[in-house]
């Protein structure tokens, strides 16, 4: 048995990256899913590739009514929801004093609002399930430890720590079946991550060698690493933990 037989998640950001691999490894452990993002025909492809447990639907997070469709689409697929995988966000470097105000509003709508969006989608049909169920919401190590150039991200991420906090423990207090936790990833090989590479204004090997010398492990994480630790906390094997954070960052939250 796997460990999501019978669960049904809902991923935002599904089409690659870590919500990409999410969606495998929760197909790969006996679950449905469905992938929810902007780049559609990509998150079809993903899902064709997984087989009849997976579907994919167009998803902006920024759009409450895009989830509300998305949540429906999901049950009527799927006959349910369990899981919730908030993945979707921006990266946008900027300091306080620099940081174009687009790009903070638009980080803001994503990485905040997005998860708070899909948060508020879930529950009622989580609740509806009558089973125990799971949001995972994802972080950053930035969010613990927060970068003097990446203002919005760090902000958005330290919001989506607390907003999920909050409610969890509104979950517990209504007696709804529902746990909250975040994962607070570091820098993971994803297509994020090779853009950020791309525009580094140096030698690649260079570029790998800055992103690798903040996590004490000293290389980047996989997104693997990252889904496996999701796939935890959406089990029984975790079925006491709410409101809580784990971190897959190789140690770079608590950097000397």
């Not at 799927?78 to 790009?103: M, R």
Request: proline letters at 3%; one cysteine or more; charged letters at 20%.
């Amino acid at each position: 048995m796997g460990m999501m037989d019978g669960k049904v998640a809902l991923i935002s950001g599904g089409a690659e990256g870590i919500g990409g691999t999410a969606g495998r490894r929760f197909v790969e452990e006996g679950g449905s899913v469905m992938l929810g993002d902007i780049q559609l025909e990509k998150a079809q492809a993903h899902a064709a590739s997984l087989g009849a447990r997976a579907a994919a639907i167009e998803l902006d997070v920024r759009n409450l009514d895009q989830w509300h469709a998305a949540v429906k689409a999901t049950q009527e697929k799927f006959g349910k929801l369990t899981t919730c995988f908030n993945v979707a966000g921006i990266s946008e470097p900027g300091s306080v004093d620099e940081v174009d105000l687009d790009s903070w509003t638009r980080t803001i709508d994503i990485n905040l609002n997005g998860t708070f969006n899909g948060c508020r989608a879930a529950m009622p049909a989580m609740v509806a399930s009558g089973e125990d169920c799971s949001i995972v919401n994802i972080g950053s190590m930035l969010a613990m430890r927060p970068g003097s150039i990446f203002a919005a991200y760090s902000a958005s991420k330290a919001g989506v720590t607390a907003m999920s906090k909050s409610l969890a423990l509104h979950c517990a207090a209504q007696g709804y079946k529902i746990r909250v936790n975040t994962v607070h990833p570091g820098a993971i090989d994803t297509p994020m991550y090779q853009r950020y590479l791309a525009a580094y204004d140096g030698p690649h090997d260079e570029a790998v060698e800055v992103f690798n010398r903040n996590h004490p492990i000293k290389r980047v994480g996989q997104a693997e690493e990252v889904a496996n630790a999701m796939i935890w906390l959406s089990s029984e094997g975790a079925s006491f933990t709410t409101a809580n954070d784990i971190t897959v960052d190789g140690g770079g939250s608590y950097r000397e």
